[in-house]
């Protein structure tokens, strides 16, 4: 039996990953997560019965632990209670389904435990990508990414056979990006985007954050990002192409020009079950593509009207704690943005603001990543007032 901790339970993520250790006898809910939604919370203890559930709005927990009482899950609270979850003894794979920068702390408590670690949460490798690879290759504990992209390059890059020629071998790394819900529009066309708009993704039913990142192209910059610091290949090597009907996930072309994709339909049960099973597949019933349905295209993205991937591109490049900043600076606008404070373009602009406003500091302490993002958090709200 395998202990799964889900922190973020009641997102996206969250519930399908619940969804996935239903359909799987050997799998069991061992510790479930949420910020403030105790009603789901409450729901998913009721039927999973997990050993642990952590709350991290305080007065929330206090709430949940009243509501609960007649059942034997332990409930804990804050940040403290994420950390010890994730790295609990008993614990054997912790999916890291919470949105922003709220996720490093717990995935570097996961890396230190030196868990299996099922990674959604990007904005971790974003924040400190270099402190938690470097962390993970020495505690041992193993990061399997369940982003849908990078968990079809980790399944592309399983076809090899010799480990050592991996620079030589792996000429480029090809994230595929669905273009989100504006595809093909120009700037003046974005001016008046709602968030109702916005919130409408394609193909994809996730998180509202991440599904606002996809409108913007940030998720795909995110994503750079990240396929950085998980295969450990230079920005050079990573490009971005716009395939619309998000069937093929990713790509990795070989220095023989081979180029090996993985294909799917757009379902994160697949990443969420791979990352708790690998090496090894299991069967799945109701997420089988259907490869006759439309034809696969590919385009090159607009890089001057989604100025949010080249501004993320090069907050990779520059490293240190730029990335932290384009980070916290993106997930102030983007709840703005969703509040109907600010207006879709508004984003890149106040992300650019802060890039330029930011001093980076090279291999920036834990502490200092967390004071970079706070920092940029409040040139957001400081140049709220100056928009419009
Ligand atoms: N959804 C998807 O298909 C994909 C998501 N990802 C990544 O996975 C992560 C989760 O995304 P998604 O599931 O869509 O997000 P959701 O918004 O659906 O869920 C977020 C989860 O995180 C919890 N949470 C929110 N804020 C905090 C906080 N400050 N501290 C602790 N927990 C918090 C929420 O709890 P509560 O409900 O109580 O607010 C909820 O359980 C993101 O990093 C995203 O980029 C990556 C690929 C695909
Ligand atoms: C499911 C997943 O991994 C998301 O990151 C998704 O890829 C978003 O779609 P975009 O390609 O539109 O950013
Ligand atoms: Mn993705």
């Given at each position: 039996m395998k202990n799964i901790v889900i922190l973020g339970a009641t997102g996206s993520i969250g519930t399908q990953s619940l969804e996935v250790i239903e359909a799987n006898r050997g799998f069991r809910a061992f510790a479930l997560s949420a910020h403030s939604n105790i009603a789901v919370l409450e729901t998913q203890i009721r039927k999973f019965r997990p050993q642990f559930a952590c709350v991290t709005n305080e007065e929330k927990a206090a709430e949940l632990k009243i509501k609960t009482a007649d059942i034997g899950t332990k409930i804990l609270a804050g940040t403290a209670g994420l950390e010890e979850i994730a790295a609990h003894p008993e614990a054997d794979t912790v999916i890291t389904?919470?949105?922003?920068?709220?996720?490093?702390a717990p995935t570097l408590a996961a890396v230190e435990a030196k868990k299996r670690i099922g990674l959604a949460n990007k904005e971790t490798l974003v924040t400190a990508g270099d402190m938690v690879m470097e962390r993970a290759g020495q505690t041992g504990a193993e990061i399997i990414p369940v982003d849908s992209e990078h968990s079809a390059v980790f399944q592309c890059l399983a076809a090899r056979v010799n480990r050592d020629n991996f620079d030589s071998e792996v000429k480029r790394i090809l994230l595929t990006a669905s273009g989100g819900p504006f595809f093909g529009k120009t700037k003046d066309e974005l001016t008046q985007i709602t968030a109702k708009e916005a919130l409408r993704h394609p193909n994809w039913s996730m998180g509202a954050k991440i599904t606002v990142d996809s409108a913007t192209l940030m998720n795909k910059g995110l994503e750079v990002i990240e396929a950085k610091h998980l295969f450990g290949v230079p920005f050079e090597k990573i490009d971005v192409f716009v395939h619309r009907?998000?069937?093929?996930h990713s790509m990795v072309e070989f220095a023989d020009n081979a180029v090996i994709a993985q294909l799917g339909a757009p379902d994160m049960k697949l990443p969420i079950q791979y990352a708790i099973t690998y090496p090894e597949r299991l069967s799945m019933h109701?997420?089988?593509?259907?490869?006759?349905k439309t034809p696969l295209t590919f385009d090159k993205p607009d890089f001057e009207t989604f100025r949010c991937l080249p501004l993320a591109i090069s907050a990779g490049k520059t490293g240190g704690t730029m990335p932290a900043v384009l980070n916290g600076a993106n997930e102030a606008a983007v709840a703005l943005f969703l509040n109907g404070k600010i207006r879709f373009l508004d984003i890149a602009d106040l992300v650019e603001g802060a890039m330029c406003a930011h001093k980076t500091m090279k291999r920036p302490s834990l502490s200092q990543i967390f004071e970079a993002d706070k920092w940029a958090r409040e040139y957001v709200c400081a140049k709220l007032h100056t928009l419009h």
């Open positions: 389904g919470i949105v922003g920068i709220a996720g490093l009907q998000s069937i093929v109701g997420n089988e593509p259907d490869l006759t």
